[in-house]
């Protein structure tokens, strides 16, 4: 049986995870590239199981390592705890990893950080932008921390609570024909051309799921991996879009898009999501509440200091 697991050991193990070789690891700990192979050789040894598939020399975790990892994430979040405890410093402590999608990222996160800056004085907080796919596989791989997303994703890892929505609108270029159609019907959009955003994006799901079954013929122009181009090529002319009225709102005040008025739904809900097994820190179950409180407090839809 195991009996003298280091912290170290375990920092090192879930560092290993989240770079998945030897050497990137050993540079984000700072550490000889021998200490880090040291450190997981002990470990494997004292549990008495491999903890990795070498694989190219990429190091991939298996079905030990999943055991292990949500167990060594608490521990060193809990360590962290304690040094906290004995602090002399008051308020929160520790590093937030926040994940986040696209329109999340760059229209909504950065003002609610700031308000959690003000309101907490805690600063030590990264965020990772990317579609909600990706972020949802950083999650359950335990390199981030949390994850704020445009559309609900089913994981039997993860837990998710609405933390907030927006709302979606079609685009044009300003020279379209389809601005002079007044009233806008569903049946005008038959054998249009779409800018949609890649696989695993949120835009390109609501997009799927909320309009494309409604038109029977369309087809698509050009499919992009971010909203800024997008954006572009529907003011180039390449096609309608269908995105976030907070991403696509400088752009039509510009005269760069117009935006079509249509008969449906267009709201879609923010979520919050969380790992099942994730040991919630001081900090993290501190950002969780902040960001339902923050919701209700500060609607969103603008970008002004209350979001109001």
Request: contains cysteine; aromatic residues 6%; proline residues 4%.
């Amino acid at each position: 049986m195991a009996t003298n697991i280091s912290l170290k050991q375990l920092k090192v193990f879930t560092t290993i995870t989240q770079h998945k070789t030897l050497t990137s690891a050993s540079e984000a700990l700072f550490l000889s590239k021998a200490a880090v192979s040291m450190a997981l050789s002990e470990l494997e040894k004292q549990i008495g199981h491999s903890l990795f598939d070498r694989v190219n020399n990429r190091l991939i975790l298996n079905q030990e390592g999943q055991k292990l990892l949500p167990l060594a994430d608490e521990l060193i979040e809990r360590s962290q705890d304690i040094e906290q405890l004995f602090s002399h410093e008051q308020g929160l402590s520790g590093e937030l990893k926040i994940g986040a999608s696209d329109t999340i990222g760059n229209q909504v996160a950065p003002y609610l950080l700031r308000d959690f800056r003000d309101e907490t004085n805690h600063t030590s907080q990264s965020l990772f932008i990317s579609n909600s796919a990706l972020i949802c596989e950083k999650l359950v791989d335990y390199e981030l921390d949390l994850a704020l997303i445009e559309g609900k994703t089913i994981h039997p890892q993860l837990v998710s609570h609405q933390f907030s929505q927006d709302e979606m609108c079609i685009v044009c270029d300003p020279h379209s024909p389809l601005i002079r159609l007044s009233p806008l019907t569903i049946g005008d959009l038959e054998n249009s051309a779409w800018v949609l955003r890649e696989a695993g994006s949120g835009s390109r799901e609501f997009f799927l799921r909320a309009i494309a079954p409604r038109i029977e013929h369309w087809h698509e122009s050009f499919q992009l991996n971010t909203t800024e181009a997008l954006i572009n090529s529907v003011s180039a002319g390449l096609g309608l879009a269908c995105l976030s009225k907070l991403a696509a709102e400088p752009a039509i005040k510009d005269g760069r898009l117009v935006e079509l008025t249509l008969p449906l739904d267009m709201k879609r809900r923010f979520w919050l999501l969380v790992h099942k097994e994730k040991y919630q820190s001081p900090l993290l179950k501190a950002f969780i509440e902040y960001c339902h409180q923050w919701r209700k407090e500060s609607p969103l839809g603008s970008q002004n200091r209350s979001l109001t």
